[in-house]
Nanobody, 117 residues
Framework: VQLVESGGGLVQPGGSLRLSCAASGFTFSRYIMSWYRQAPGKERELVAVINSAGGSSVYVDSMQGRFIISRDNAKNTIYLQMNSLNPEDTAVYYC???????????WGQGTQVTVSS
């Protein structure tokens, strides 16, 4: 099983980034996919969740309207479009895959996002 995040980097306040997470080694279309993030000195927190078919998504309030989660089941990939970034969005962003039962739960290695002028 592999989840490989990419697309992180340094961006100025107000800018945008698009993260990707490429999955392999499991039946991607059966998994609920999520993005989490962990800022320095803070606990890991949920950013957004998308269901297995991609028709439903949920966002944490502070990301609502700025971030968009999507998935392409044909490419075994999820995305996180992040707009209007601010320094508080600086964190390592992680991809998560889990079954609805929670029995299978996989994590990527994370990608660093730094928002700074």
């Amino acid at each position: 099983v592999q989840l490989v995040e990419s697309g992180g980097g340094l961006v100025q306040p107000g800018g945008s980034l698009r993260l990707s997470c490429a999955a392999s080694g499991f039946t991607f279309s059966r998994y609920i996919m999520s993005w989490y993030r962990q800022a320095p000195g803070k606990e890991r927190e949920l950013v957004a969740v998308i269901n297995s078919a991609g028709g439903s998504s949920v966002y944490v309030d502070s990301m609502q309207g700025r971030f968009i989660i999507s998935r392409d089941n044909a490419k075994n990939t999820i995305y996180l479009q992040m707009n209007s970034l601010n320094p508080e969005d600086t964190a390592v962003y992680y991809c998560n895959a889990r079954t609805i039962t929670g029995i299978y739960d996989y994590w990527g290695q994370g990608t660093q996002v730094t928002v700074s002028s």
